[in-house]
């Protein structure tokens, strides 16, 4: 929500900085840069969630295999 929220400043201070006498290629050049730090950003979000994820299934995947060596042990 931080990330939606800095975005959502940084667009409005974009209007708010509208300048008529700018040229269009000019603005065209901000909305490029500001998309392609979004996109970055959203990247890398998406990125640590995966790797996250992993590291779960794997701490989760350790564990039931240890349960089950247990089982077997009391079994025995």
């Known amino acids: 929500m931080k990330r939606v929220e800095a975005w959502k400043v940084q667009v409005e ?3 708010k900085a509208f300048d008529p006498a ?3 290629e000019a603005y065209a050049k901000d ?3 500001a998309v392609e730090g ?3 950003e959203a990247k ?3 990125e640590q969630g995966v790797k996250t994820h992993s590291e779960v299934a ?3 995947s ?3 295999v240890a349960n089950l060596n ?3 042990s009391l079994a025995a």
Do not use: M, N, T
């Open 38 to 40: 979004v996109i970055a």
């Open 31 to 33: 909305a490029q840069s």
């Open 44 to 46: 890398s979000a998406v």
């Open 22 to 24: 700018k040229k269009p």
């Open 70 to 72: 247990e089982l077997k």
């Open 13 to 15: 201070g974009a209007f």
């Open 58 to 60: 794997q701490v989760l």
């Open 62 to 64: 350790d564990r039931f």
